[in-house]
């Protein structure tokens, strides 16, 4: 069994909604949102240097910020962030469980407590 942790030294945000305005053929996600998640690749891939997992047996995730927003929103803004770099994908048959937490905290002490525990593959 491997394990590996890393602290995402970015705010927690809640996964965005596809939005669309009449006439526009296809939904876009907001620009705060891809934003984000190009921040969150960029140091995820400065910590995963390895091949993305095609299973992990548990991803435990603890977020510090600001009381605003649902977990299970959190935690997917983490999965996009995450898809295709550490994980092959986010569905269920690569990550089956995850442990989840919040704590609140400032603003200027948000963070993102990640730890992947994997068999070898």
């Not at 569905?91 to 469980?97: A, D, H």
Request: charged share 25%; hydrophobic share 40%; glycine share 4%.
């Amino acid at each position: 069994m491997q394990s590996c942790e890393f602290v995402l030294p970015l705010r927690p945000i809640s996964k965005a909604r596809p939005r669309s305005f009449q006439g526009q053929a296809r939904p876009y996600m907001p620009a705060a949102y891809k934003q984000w998640i190009k921040d969150a690749r960029m140091h995820l891939g400065e910590w995963w240097t390895n091949a993305p997992l095609e299973h992990i047996d548990e991803l435990v995730v603890h977020f510090y910020g600001p009381a605003r927003g649902d977990l299970d929103n959190r935690v997917g803004s983490l999965l996009d962030a995450m898809n295709g770099l550490v994980v092959v994908d986010d569905n269920v048959n690569v990550v089956p469980r995850m442990r989840l937490a919040f704590t609140k905290a400032k603003t200027a002490d948000a963070r993102i407590y990640i730890r992947l525990t994997w068999r070898d593959q």
